[in-house]
Nanobody, 120 residues
């Protein structure tokens, strides 16, 4: 059984810099491409970052978000810098095998429940 659990979200003021984390259990995280997605109300789920052997960040968050992983702890992180109200969304952690990068939602096999980030 594979389980992903996100944490670190909440209500923050504009300019805040929280770090989201995703804890994986049931498998070895190092074997997967780990992705971060976000979905704002009324909008499509958007890939924002991913990491396996290399890391990737979308144009929407480039220079503000950084993705990293700690294989010994089976965790992946999303460090967010200088948040804006437009960053408000539910943030999801996901995992897939095969090619990494900013891959579409349907390629991911496992998903966390999400953590809400609200920027005001």
């Amino acid at each position: 059984h594979v389980q992903l659990v996100e944490s670190g979200g909440g209500s923050v003021q504009a300019g805040g810099s929280p770090r989201l984390s995703c804890a994986a259990s049931g498998y070895t995280l190092s074997s997967y491409c780990m992705g971060w997605f976000r979905q704002a109300p009324g909008k499509e789920r958007e890939a924002v970052a991913s990491i396996h052997l290399n890391s990737y960040v979308s144009d929407s968050v480039m220079l503000r978000f950084t993705v990293s992983r700690d294989n010994t702890k089976n965790k992946v992180y999303l460090q967010m810098i200088n948040l804006r109200p437009e960053d408000t969304a539910m943030y999801y952690c996901a995992a897939k095998r095969g090619p990494c990068g900013l891959r579409p939602v349907y390629e991911y096999n496992y998903w966390g429940q999400g953590t809400q980030v609200t920027v005001s």
